[in-house]
Nanobody
Framework: QVQLVESGGGLVQAGASLRLSCAAS????????MAWFRQVPGKERECVAG???????WYLDSVKGRFTISRDNAKNTVYLQMNSLKPEDTAVYYC???????????????????WGQGTQVTVSS
């Protein structure tokens, strides 16, 4: 099990930027796919961005061109840079680590076995 700790959420106005960070424990970070999910009350958790151990990335259509996921394996940290934020980006954002090593599958929540505590992002109009 990987321990994950997120930071960087907050309250911003529309059009602003935020950077979320997620620090992971353990020695297997570089071998794991990582992802950022978000959830609003009454809705399912959805993946907004993922990055595989190879460095390849995936983005939800609604955040393409605005969000960037990256990883620093030397620091065991994954980031989500969020630019041009919109009110509809308001959610609790969760960092997640894939269940297996060298995972290259889909980005459904069930594919990820370790989760952070979540960080609130609120975008006002």
């Amino acid at each position: 099990q990987v321990q994950l700790v997120e930071s960087g959420g907050g309250l911003v106005q529309a059009g602003a930027s935020l950077r979320l960070s997620c620090a992971a424990s353990g020695s297997t970070f570089s071998s794991r796919a990582m992802a950022w999910f978000r959830q609003v009350p009454g809705k399912e958790r959805e993946c907004v961005a993922g990055i595989r151990w190879s460095g390849s990335t995936w983005y939800l259509d609604s955040v393409k061109g605005r969000f960037t996921i990256s990883r620093d394996n030397a620091k065991n940290t994954v980031y989500l840079q969020m630019n041009s934020l919109k009110p509809e980006d308001t959610a609790v954002y969760y960092c997640a680590a894939a269940r297996g090593l060298y995972y290259s599958g889909t980005y459904f929540a069930s594919d990820f076995g370790s989760w952070g505590q979540g960080t609130q992002v609120t975008v006002s109009s």
